[in-house]
């Protein structure tokens, strides 16, 4: 009933930004946490960032001050600013969300994850 779909993947130069959206759809009643995850070759699943319903925000340290996560409430769309990318930024990346998809049913959400690879 309820899905997270990802967009904004693809090649970029280092140096250069992308924009990642997450849109949830479906039955939803409410959206708790929201987060983005990332996962390179060979490594373990990371998490970059959060924020909660009503806009607070954590960065991992090997984000932090280059990428902004941000949420659009009335539209159930999460946000993913990346700048000033590197090479080791190259991951599939995912979102995540806490949905209320009934009253009073929470469940962890994921999205299909999408390709970020930075490379000249």
Known sequence: QVQLVESGGGLVQPGGSLRLSCAASGSIFSIADMRWYRQGPG???????????????????SVKGRFTIS??????TMYLQMNSLKPEDTAV???????MYRVGAWYDYWGQGTQVTVSS
Not at 48 to 56: E, F, K, N, P, Y
Not at 93 to 99: D, G, H, I, T
């Open 43 to 61: 490594k373990q699943r990371e998490l970059l960032a959060s924020i909660t319903m009503v806009g607070s925000t954590n960065y991992a340290d």
């Open 71 to 76: 949420r659009d409430n009335a539209e159930n």
């Open 93 to 99: 990346y995912y979102c995540n969300a806490e949905v």
